[in-house]
T-cell receptor, first 111, second 114 residues
Framework: DAKTTQPNSMESNEEEPVHLPCNHS???????IHWYRQLPSQGPEYVIH???SNVNNRMASLAIAEDRKSSTLILHRATLRDAAVYYC????????????FGGGTRLMVKP | NAGVTQTPKFRILKIGQSMTLQCTQD?????MYWYRQDPGMGLKLIYY???????DKGEVPNGYNVSRSTTEDFPLRLELAAPSQTSVYFC?????????????FGDGTRLSIL
C-alpha cells in the first residue's frame, strides 16, 4: 500500500496562510491524493483531491509536485475554525475501497 | 440535507452484550463504509459495501458483521462486545469508488465496553 508521511503537528497564526506538507514517495500513477480534516468530536470532512494538476476550491488549494511524490495543502487565510487534524490519503485503485488513514497533522491556530 | 446519519451517538455496553450501530444516508450513494477510530489514531476500515446485497471486509473486520439490504442503510453489528472494541465508529458513503469520489462521514458513535 502506498503510504503518506505528514508532520505530527503545526502551528499557525490566525489570518495567515498555512502550508501543510505530505510525502508519498511510493505513489502509483493512478492514485488520487485526497485531503480530509477532522474537527474535534466530529467525523472527517472532505477538503480537496487531485491527481496531477494543482486544484483549487472554496476551502483550500492543493499543490502537487511534478513527480507526484509530495503535495501541499494550502489554507489561504487560517481561521480558528480551521484548527483540526488534517489527513493526506492516497486513493489506491488496486485495493478496492480500502483506505489508509495515517496519524495526520494536528493544526493549531493561534488568535 | 441530512447526509449520513448515525445512531446512537453514545453507548455503554457490558462485555459479552451485543448491539447494532445504525447508519443511513439519503444521497443515493452506492458505496458505504464503516471505520473505527481509537484515541489519538487515524481511522481504520472495518467493512464496506459497493451496493445493496454486497459487502466486503476491510482492515479490521474481526468481531463485527454487516448487512446491506437497501441502498440507504448499512448497519454494523457487534455480537459479543469486548473491551478492545471501545472506540468511535464512523459510517461514510460515496457515490462511487474512493479513488476519485469524496466520502461523506457521519458524526460517529462513541462506544464504551466495560
Amino acid at each position: 500500500d502506498a503510504k503518506t508521511t505528514q508532520p505530527n503537528s503545526m502551528e499557525s497564526n490566525e489570518e495567515e496562510p498555512v502550508h501543510l506538507p505530505c510525502n508519498h514517495s511510493t505513489i502509483s500513477g493512478t492514485d488520487y491524493i485526497h485531503w480530509y480534516r477532522q474537527l474535534p468530536s466530529q467525523g472527517p470532512e472532505y477538503v480537496i483531491h487531485g491527481l496531477t494538476s494543482n486544484v483549487n476550491n472554496r476551502m483550500a488549494s492543493l499543490a502537487i509536485a511534478e513527480d507526484r511524490k509530495s503535495s501541499t495543502l494550502i489554507l489561504h487565510r487560517a481561521t480558528l475554525r480551521d484548527a483540526a487534524v488534517y489527513y493526506c490519503i492516497l486513493g489506491d485503485n488496486n485495493a478496492g475501497n480500502m483506505l489508509t488513514f495515517g496519524g495526520g497533522t494536528r493544526l493549531m491556530v493561534k488568535p | 440535507n441530512a447526509g449520513v446519519t448515525q445512531t446512537p451517538k453514545f453507548r455503554i455496553l457490558k462485555i459479552g452484550q451485543s448491539m447494532t450501530l445504525q447508519c443511513t444516508q439519503d444521497m443515493n450513494h452506492n458505496y458505504m463504509y464503516w471505520y473505527r477510530q481509537d484515541p489519538g489514531m487515524g481511522l481504520k476500515l472495518i467493512y464496506y459495501s459497493v451496493g445493496a446485497g454486497i459487502t466486503d471486509k476491510g482492515e479490521v473486520p474481526n468481531g463485527y458483521n454487516v448487512s446491506r439490504s437497501t441502498t440507504e442503510d448499512f448497519p454494523l453489528r457487534l455480537e459479543l462486545a469486548a473491551p478492545s472494541q471501545t472506540s468511535v465508529y464512523f459510517c461514510a458513503s460515496s457515490l462511487d469508488s474512493f479513488s476519485n469520489q469524496p466520502q461523506h462521514f457521519g458524526d460517529g458513535t462513541r462506544l464504551s465496553i466495560l
